[in-house]
Protein backbone atom coordinates (compact mmCIF):
# COMPACT_ATOMS: atom_id res chain seq x y z
CA UNK A 1 0.00 0.00 0.00
CA UNK A 2 2.64 2.53 0.51
CA UNK A 3 4.39 2.20 -2.62
CA UNK A 4 0.99 2.45 -4.66
CA UNK A 5 0.86 6.11 -2.85
CA UNK A 6 4.22 6.49 -3.14
CA UNK A 7 4.07 6.22 -7.15
CA UNK A 8 0.63 8.12 -7.27
CA UNK A 9 2.21 11.17 -5.36
CA UNK A 10 5.62 11.30 -7.51
CA UNK A 11 2.95 11.24 -10.97
CA UNK A 12 1.43 14.72 -9.91
CA UNK A 13 3.68 17.44 -11.62
CA UNK A 14 5.42 20.03 -9.62
CA UNK A 15 3.04 22.50 -10.82
CA UNK A 16 -0.02 20.20 -10.73
CA UNK A 17 0.27 20.37 -7.20
CA UNK A 18 -0.82 23.58 -6.71
CA UNK A 19 -4.26 23.64 -7.66
CA UNK A 20 -7.45 23.33 -5.13
CA UNK A 21 -5.62 25.03 -2.35
CA UNK A 22 -4.99 28.39 -4.63
CA UNK A 23 -8.51 28.41 -5.64
CA UNK A 24 -10.04 28.07 -2.12
CA UNK A 25 -7.64 30.75 -0.76
CA UNK A 26 -8.19 33.21 -3.96
CA UNK A 27 -12.08 32.89 -3.18
CA UNK A 28 -12.18 33.71 -0.05
CA UNK A 29 -10.03 37.09 -0.21
CA UNK A 30 -12.61 38.95 -1.29
CA UNK A 31 -12.72 43.10 -1.53
CA UNK A 32 -14.00 43.12 2.05
CA UNK A 33 -11.10 41.10 3.77
CA UNK A 34 -8.57 43.64 2.10
CA UNK A 35 -10.63 46.95 2.98
CA UNK A 36 -10.42 45.44 7.26
CA UNK A 37 -6.69 44.33 6.28
CA UNK A 38 -6.54 48.12 5.73
CA UNK A 39 -8.54 49.51 7.97
CA UNK A 40 -6.42 47.62 10.48
CA UNK A 41 -3.31 49.16 8.74
CA UNK A 42 -4.77 52.67 8.96
CA UNK A 43 -5.78 52.36 12.69
CA UNK A 44 -3.17 50.49 14.49
CA UNK A 45 0.44 50.29 11.86
CA UNK A 46 1.91 46.89 12.08
CA UNK A 47 0.68 45.97 15.71
CA UNK A 48 -1.87 43.24 13.84
CA UNK A 49 0.65 42.08 11.40
CA UNK A 50 0.56 38.90 14.01
CA UNK A 51 -2.68 38.01 13.01
CA UNK A 52 -2.81 37.55 9.45
CA UNK A 53 0.23 34.76 10.36
CA UNK A 54 -2.18 33.69 12.66
CA UNK A 55 -5.20 34.10 10.14
CA UNK A 56 -2.93 31.81 7.47
CA UNK A 57 -2.45 29.41 10.43
CA UNK A 58 -6.23 28.89 11.30
CA UNK A 59 -7.47 28.20 7.23
CA UNK A 60 -4.28 26.24 6.85
CA UNK A 61 -5.73 23.43 9.78
CA UNK A 62 -9.38 23.87 8.81
CA UNK A 63 -9.06 23.42 5.17
CA UNK A 64 -6.70 20.41 5.88
CA UNK A 65 -9.11 18.79 7.80
CA UNK A 66 -12.18 19.04 5.37
CA UNK A 67 -9.14 17.88 2.79
CA UNK A 68 -8.02 15.20 5.18
CA UNK A 69 -11.97 14.27 5.76
CA UNK A 70 -12.77 14.51 1.80
CA UNK A 71 -9.75 11.79 0.84
CA UNK A 72 -9.29 9.37 3.55
CA UNK A 73 -13.73 8.76 3.83
CA UNK A 74 -14.10 9.25 -0.23
CA UNK A 75 -17.33 11.53 1.20
CA UNK A 76 -18.14 14.89 0.84
CA UNK A 77 -18.40 17.12 3.63
CA UNK A 78 -22.03 17.58 3.59
CA UNK A 79 -22.63 13.86 3.48
CA UNK A 80 -20.25 14.30 6.53
CA UNK A 81 -22.10 16.85 8.30
CA UNK A 82 -25.45 14.96 7.80
CA UNK A 83 -23.85 12.10 9.44
CA UNK A 84 -24.00 14.14 13.12
CA UNK A 85 -27.85 14.70 12.26
CA UNK A 86 -30.79 16.40 10.71
CA UNK A 87 -29.67 19.93 12.67
CA UNK A 88 -27.08 20.43 10.47
CA UNK A 89 -29.47 20.17 7.13
CA UNK A 90 -31.86 22.64 8.95
CA UNK A 91 -28.79 25.32 9.64
CA UNK A 92 -27.37 24.84 6.22
CA UNK A 93 -30.42 24.48 4.17
CA UNK A 94 -31.27 28.21 4.75
CA UNK A 95 -27.41 29.68 4.93
CA UNK A 96 -26.63 28.06 1.59
CA UNK A 97 -29.88 29.89 0.36
CA UNK A 98 -29.85 33.15 1.99
CA UNK A 99 -26.35 33.64 1.64
CA UNK A 100 -26.55 32.71 -2.34
CA UNK A 101 -29.05 35.73 -2.81
CA UNK A 102 -26.99 38.59 -0.52
CA UNK A 103 -23.65 37.43 -1.48
CA UNK A 104 -24.34 37.59 -5.26
CA UNK A 105 -25.53 41.00 -4.82
CA UNK A 106 -22.22 42.31 -2.84
CA UNK A 107 -19.96 40.31 -5.57
CA UNK A 108 -21.56 42.12 -8.17
CA UNK A 109 -21.37 45.47 -6.51
CA UNK A 110 -17.82 44.47 -5.87
CA UNK A 111 -16.55 43.97 -9.45
CA UNK A 112 -19.04 47.10 -10.46
CA UNK A 113 -17.48 49.11 -8.38
CA UNK A 114 -13.52 48.24 -9.70
CA UNK A 115 -15.07 48.51 -12.77
CA UNK A 116 -16.77 51.78 -12.42
CA UNK A 117 -13.46 53.56 -10.99
CA UNK A 118 -11.40 52.09 -13.36
CA UNK A 119 -13.55 52.78 -16.55
CA UNK A 120 -15.33 55.96 -16.16
CA UNK A 121 -17.61 54.54 -18.18
CA UNK A 122 -20.81 53.05 -17.04
CA UNK A 123 -22.39 52.86 -13.71
CA UNK A 124 -21.76 50.45 -10.50
CA UNK A 125 -24.78 48.63 -11.01
CA UNK A 126 -24.17 47.66 -14.99
CA UNK A 127 -20.16 46.71 -14.35
CA UNK A 128 -21.88 44.45 -11.42
CA UNK A 129 -24.74 42.75 -13.78
CA UNK A 130 -22.01 42.36 -16.67
CA UNK A 131 -19.23 41.23 -14.10
CA UNK A 132 -22.23 38.58 -12.95
CA UNK A 133 -22.60 37.05 -16.46
CA UNK A 134 -18.96 37.07 -17.07
CA UNK A 135 -18.97 34.72 -13.72
CA UNK A 136 -21.57 32.57 -15.19
CA UNK A 137 -20.17 31.70 -18.69
CA UNK A 138 -16.95 31.14 -16.87
CA UNK A 139 -18.52 28.43 -14.51
CA UNK A 140 -21.75 27.46 -16.20
CA UNK A 141 -20.30 24.09 -18.03
CA UNK A 142 -18.43 22.82 -14.56
CA UNK A 143 -15.01 22.46 -15.99
CA UNK A 144 -12.70 22.56 -13.52
CA UNK A 145 -9.30 22.86 -15.83
CA UNK A 146 -10.91 25.79 -17.25
CA UNK A 147 -12.13 27.21 -14.43
CA UNK A 148 -8.83 26.96 -11.92
CA UNK A 149 -6.57 28.49 -15.11
CA UNK A 150 -8.89 31.55 -14.77
CA UNK A 151 -8.38 31.64 -10.82
CA UNK A 152 -5.20 31.33 -11.67
CA UNK A 153 -4.27 34.68 -13.64
CA UNK A 154 -6.81 36.69 -11.15
CA UNK A 155 -4.60 35.42 -8.11
CA UNK A 156 -1.87 36.85 -10.30
CA UNK A 157 -2.97 40.21 -10.68
CA UNK A 158 -3.87 40.47 -7.10
CA UNK A 159 -0.61 39.63 -5.70
CA UNK A 160 1.31 41.68 -8.48
CA UNK A 161 -0.76 44.52 -8.16
CA UNK A 162 -1.00 45.09 -4.14
CA UNK A 163 2.59 43.72 -3.79
CA UNK A 164 3.78 46.10 -6.16
CA UNK A 165 1.62 49.22 -4.17
CA UNK A 166 3.40 47.64 -1.13
CA UNK A 167 7.06 47.89 -2.83
CA UNK A 168 5.81 51.72 -3.62
CA UNK A 169 4.71 52.57 -0.47
CA UNK A 170 8.39 51.31 1.19
CA UNK A 171 7.37 49.59 3.80
CA UNK A 172 9.41 50.35 7.48
CA UNK A 173 11.10 46.57 8.01
CA UNK A 174 12.16 46.95 11.51
CA UNK A 175 8.62 48.54 12.54
CA UNK A 176 7.22 45.50 10.39
CA UNK A 177 8.71 42.95 12.52
CA UNK A 178 8.07 44.35 15.93
CA UNK A 179 4.63 43.34 14.70
CA UNK A 180 5.31 39.74 15.03
CA UNK A 181 4.70 40.46 18.39
CA UNK A 182 1.48 39.28 19.96
CA UNK A 183 -0.51 42.19 21.58
CA UNK A 184 -3.66 43.86 21.06
CA UNK A 185 -3.87 47.60 21.08
CA UNK A 186 -6.12 49.64 23.17
CA UNK A 187 -9.94 48.99 21.54
CA UNK A 188 -8.49 47.15 19.06
CA UNK A 189 -10.32 43.37 20.34
CA UNK A 190 -12.48 43.02 17.37
CA UNK A 191 -10.15 44.61 14.76
CA UNK A 192 -7.61 41.37 15.99
CA UNK A 193 -10.47 38.52 15.94
CA UNK A 194 -11.86 39.99 12.65
CA UNK A 195 -8.55 40.24 10.89
CA UNK A 196 -7.64 36.63 12.43
CA UNK A 197 -10.95 35.14 11.25
CA UNK A 198 -11.21 36.68 7.66
CA UNK A 199 -7.95 35.52 6.15
CA UNK A 200 -9.32 33.83 2.79
CA UNK A 201 -12.07 32.09 4.36
CA UNK A 202 -16.06 31.55 4.73
CA UNK A 203 -18.26 28.72 3.15
CA UNK A 204 -15.56 28.33 0.50
CA UNK A 205 -13.68 26.72 2.94
CA UNK A 206 -15.97 23.67 2.88
CA UNK A 207 -15.32 23.90 -0.76
CA UNK A 208 -11.91 22.66 -0.75
CA UNK A 209 -13.01 19.16 -0.92
CA UNK A 210 -15.48 19.55 -4.08
CA UNK A 211 -12.48 21.00 -5.60
CA UNK A 212 -9.98 18.17 -4.93
CA UNK A 213 -12.50 15.49 -6.40
CA UNK A 214 -13.10 17.68 -9.33
CA UNK A 215 -8.90 17.85 -10.03
CA UNK A 216 -9.20 14.17 -9.45
CA UNK A 217 -7.41 14.15 -5.83
CA UNK A 218 -10.03 11.31 -4.19
CA UNK A 219 -8.01 9.08 -2.71
CA UNK A 220 -5.64 9.31 0.58
CA UNK A 221 -2.87 8.74 -1.75
CA UNK A 222 -3.43 12.43 -2.87
CA UNK A 223 -2.77 13.19 1.41
CA UNK A 224 1.03 14.57 1.16
CA UNK A 225 0.18 16.51 -2.16
CA UNK A 226 -3.20 18.25 -0.94
CA UNK A 227 -1.22 19.14 2.19
CA UNK A 228 1.53 21.03 -0.11
CA UNK A 229 -1.23 22.51 -1.88
CA UNK A 230 -2.96 23.80 0.82
CA UNK A 231 0.08 25.35 3.05
CA UNK A 232 1.66 27.10 -0.47
CA UNK A 233 -1.88 28.72 -1.06
CA UNK A 234 -1.85 30.17 1.97
CA UNK A 235 1.30 30.89 1.93
CA UNK A 236 0.83 33.05 -0.60
CA UNK A 237 -2.08 34.40 0.48
CA UNK A 238 -0.42 35.36 3.55
CA UNK A 239 1.76 37.51 1.10
CA UNK A 240 -0.69 39.14 -0.38
CA UNK A 241 -2.31 40.52 3.00
CA UNK A 242 0.68 41.17 4.74
CA UNK A 243 1.15 43.86 1.40
CA UNK A 244 -2.14 44.78 2.16
CA UNK A 245 -1.39 45.84 5.60
CA UNK A 246 1.97 47.51 4.24
CA UNK A 247 -0.32 49.57 2.29
CA UNK A 248 -2.49 50.58 5.50
CA UNK A 249 0.08 50.84 7.71
CA UNK A 250 2.35 53.37 4.82
CA UNK A 251 0.05 55.17 3.10
CA UNK A 252 -2.80 55.52 5.75
CA UNK A 253 -1.57 55.25 9.88
CA UNK A 254 1.38 57.31 8.77
CA UNK A 255 -0.38 60.29 7.33
CA UNK A 256 -3.49 60.44 9.19
CA UNK A 257 -5.87 59.18 6.08
CA UNK A 258 -8.58 57.36 6.08
CA UNK A 259 -11.08 55.62 3.66
CA UNK A 260 -14.37 54.21 3.81
CA UNK A 261 -15.87 50.79 5.09
CA UNK A 262 -17.39 48.76 2.39
CA UNK A 263 -15.59 48.27 -0.88
CA UNK A 264 -15.43 51.97 -1.36
CA UNK A 265 -12.53 52.16 0.40
CA UNK A 266 -10.42 50.67 -2.22
CA UNK A 267 -11.86 53.61 -4.34
CA UNK A 268 -10.21 55.87 -1.99
CA UNK A 269 -7.14 54.27 -1.76
CA UNK A 270 -7.06 54.14 -5.39
CA UNK A 271 -7.29 58.07 -5.36
CA UNK A 272 -4.12 57.95 -2.49
CA UNK A 273 -2.04 56.04 -4.80
CA UNK A 274 -2.76 58.17 -7.55
CA UNK A 275 -2.34 61.80 -5.60
CA UNK A 276 0.76 60.44 -4.18
CA UNK A 277 2.49 58.60 -7.39
CA UNK A 278 0.21 59.65 -10.28
CA UNK A 279 -2.79 58.18 -12.30
CA UNK A 280 -0.88 55.22 -13.28
CA UNK A 281 -0.41 53.93 -9.99
CA UNK A 282 -4.08 54.39 -8.91
CA UNK A 283 -5.48 52.52 -11.95
CA UNK A 284 -3.05 49.41 -11.47
CA UNK A 285 -4.52 49.40 -8.29
CA UNK A 286 -7.62 49.23 -9.29
CA UNK A 287 -6.92 46.11 -11.40
CA UNK A 288 -5.86 44.51 -8.65
CA UNK A 289 -9.22 45.17 -6.49
CA UNK A 290 -11.09 44.21 -9.56
CA UNK A 291 -9.12 40.70 -9.85
CA UNK A 292 -9.65 40.05 -6.14
CA UNK A 293 -13.31 40.69 -6.28
CA UNK A 294 -13.40 38.72 -9.54
CA UNK A 295 -11.89 36.06 -8.56
CA UNK A 296 -13.95 35.75 -5.03
CA UNK A 297 -17.00 35.96 -7.42
CA UNK A 298 -15.99 33.41 -10.07
CA UNK A 299 -14.56 31.06 -7.09
CA UNK A 300 -18.06 31.13 -5.31
CA UNK A 301 -20.23 30.79 -8.63
CA UNK A 302 -18.19 27.10 -9.24
CA UNK A 303 -17.52 26.30 -5.39
CA UNK A 304 -20.44 26.73 -3.62
CA UNK A 305 -22.63 25.46 -6.69
CA UNK A 306 -21.02 22.19 -6.15
CA UNK A 307 -21.86 22.18 -2.34
CA UNK A 308 -25.63 23.19 -3.60
CA UNK A 309 -25.70 20.34 -6.11
CA UNK A 310 -24.56 18.11 -3.55
CA UNK A 311 -27.04 19.09 -0.68
CA UNK A 312 -29.84 18.93 -3.33
CA UNK A 313 -29.29 15.35 -4.57
CA UNK A 314 -28.47 14.16 -0.81
CA UNK A 315 -31.94 15.23 0.68
CA UNK A 316 -33.69 14.31 -2.21
CA UNK A 317 -32.49 10.58 -1.93
CA UNK A 318 -29.72 10.49 -4.31
CA UNK A 319 -25.46 10.06 -3.90
CA UNK A 320 -23.19 12.62 -4.12
CA UNK A 321 -21.60 10.58 -7.24
CA UNK A 322 -24.73 10.93 -9.05
CA UNK A 323 -24.54 13.47 -12.36
CA UNK A 324 -27.09 16.06 -10.31
CA UNK A 325 -24.38 15.76 -7.35
CA UNK A 326 -21.22 17.03 -9.63
CA UNK A 327 -20.24 20.39 -11.97
CA UNK A 328 -22.90 20.81 -14.99
CA UNK A 329 -25.44 18.96 -13.35
CA UNK A 330 -28.80 20.59 -12.89
CA UNK A 331 -28.48 22.07 -9.36
CA UNK A 332 -25.37 23.07 -9.93
CA UNK A 333 -26.57 25.16 -12.65
CA UNK A 334 -29.65 26.28 -10.58
CA UNK A 335 -27.74 27.69 -8.32
CA UNK A 336 -25.82 29.59 -10.45
CA UNK A 337 -28.59 31.09 -11.73
CA UNK A 338 -29.73 31.96 -8.28
CA UNK A 339 -26.75 33.83 -7.55
CA UNK A 340 -26.50 35.59 -10.57
CA UNK A 341 -30.00 36.66 -11.62
CA UNK A 342 -32.34 37.51 -8.72
CA UNK A 343 -29.93 39.41 -6.65
CA UNK A 344 -29.70 41.59 -9.42
CA UNK A 345 -32.73 43.71 -8.11
CA UNK A 346 -30.70 44.29 -4.67
CA UNK A 347 -28.21 46.03 -7.10
CA UNK A 348 -30.94 48.23 -8.66
CA UNK A 349 -33.50 48.16 -5.05
CA UNK A 350 -31.25 48.10 -2.44
CA UNK A 351 -30.95 45.63 0.47
CA UNK A 352 -33.68 44.67 2.84
CA UNK A 353 -33.12 44.92 6.18
CA UNK A 354 -34.10 41.78 7.48
CA UNK A 355 -32.49 40.07 4.79
CA UNK A 356 -29.35 41.32 5.57
CA UNK A 357 -29.84 40.55 9.38
CA UNK A 358 -30.71 37.09 8.50
CA UNK A 359 -27.36 36.77 6.50
CA UNK A 360 -25.26 38.24 8.96
CA UNK A 361 -26.52 36.03 11.78
CA UNK A 362 -26.26 33.24 9.79
CA UNK A 363 -22.79 33.66 8.39
CA UNK A 364 -21.29 34.39 11.48
CA UNK A 365 -22.22 31.27 12.44
CA UNK A 366 -20.47 29.37 9.87
CA UNK A 367 -16.85 29.35 10.90
CA UNK A 368 -17.48 28.20 14.07
CA UNK A 369 -20.17 25.63 12.48
CA UNK A 370 -17.19 24.34 10.07
CA UNK A 371 -14.32 24.38 13.40
CA UNK A 372 -16.65 22.59 15.17
CA UNK A 373 -18.21 19.77 12.99
CA UNK A 374 -14.38 19.00 11.40
CA UNK A 375 -13.33 18.14 15.24
CA UNK A 376 -16.49 15.75 15.77
CA UNK A 377 -15.82 14.35 11.88
CA UNK A 378 -11.91 13.99 12.78
CA UNK A 379 -12.47 12.01 16.21
CA UNK A 380 -14.69 9.30 15.54
CA UNK A 381 -15.42 6.44 13.48
CA UNK A 382 -16.57 8.64 10.81
CA UNK A 383 -13.31 8.85 9.88
CA UNK A 384 -10.37 5.95 9.11
CA UNK A 385 -8.39 5.54 12.43
CA UNK A 386 -5.07 6.57 10.77
CA UNK A 387 -6.39 9.74 9.70
CA UNK A 388 -8.04 10.86 12.25
CA UNK A 389 -7.03 13.96 14.51
CA UNK A 390 -3.88 13.73 16.64
CA UNK A 391 -3.49 15.67 19.80
CA UNK A 392 -1.94 19.07 18.34
CA UNK A 393 -4.57 19.29 15.16
CA UNK A 394 -7.21 18.46 18.31
CA UNK A 395 -5.92 21.37 20.34
CA UNK A 396 -5.32 23.82 17.13
CA UNK A 397 -9.10 23.42 16.02
CA UNK A 398 -10.09 23.82 19.76
CA UNK A 399 -8.67 27.14 20.07
CA UNK A 400 -9.89 28.17 15.97
CA UNK A 401 -13.12 27.32 17.42
CA UNK A 402 -13.67 28.88 20.61
CA UNK A 403 -11.79 32.30 18.57
CA UNK A 404 -14.44 32.10 15.62
CA UNK A 405 -17.57 31.42 18.54
CA UNK A 406 -15.98 34.79 20.16
CA UNK A 407 -16.21 36.70 16.94
CA UNK A 408 -19.61 34.80 15.83
CA UNK A 409 -21.08 36.68 19.32
CA UNK A 410 -19.48 39.86 18.52
CA UNK A 411 -21.12 39.58 14.74
CA UNK A 412 -24.18 38.42 15.71
CA UNK A 413 -24.29 41.22 18.28
CA UNK A 414 -23.18 43.75 15.66
CA UNK A 415 -26.25 42.42 13.07
CA UNK A 416 -28.56 42.98 15.86
CA UNK A 417 -27.70 45.91 16.73
CA UNK A 418 -27.66 47.71 13.15
CA UNK A 419 -31.27 46.41 12.79
Given at each position: MASTT???????????????????????????????TLIAGQKFGYTLLWCVVVGCL??????????????STGRTIFEGW????????????????????????????????????????????WWGIISGLIGLALVWTGRYSTFEKVLAALVGLMFVTMVGAALLATPNIPELLTGLAPRIPDGGLVNTLALAGGVGGTIT??????????????????????????????????????ATLVVGAELLYSTNVAIEQGDAGLVDLAVVLQDRYGEWAGKVFLVGFWAAAMSSL??????????????????????????????????????????????????????????????????????????????????????????????????????????????????????????
Open positions: SEEQTTVPRWGIIGPGLVVAATGVGAADLVAMKIVLVEGAGRYSLRSLGIWTTWYFAPYIVIWGFVYGAAAMAGTGLALAGLTGVLSVTLAAYGYWLREKGWSTPSYMRVMRIDNTVAYVVTGLFVLVGVWNGVSLMFADFMTNVRGGTSEDADARAGGKWYKAYILWLTFPPMAMLFLGKPVWLILAYGVLGAFFMPFLAVTLLWLLNTDRTPVEWRNKLHSNVLMAIIALAFVALCVNEVRKAIAGA
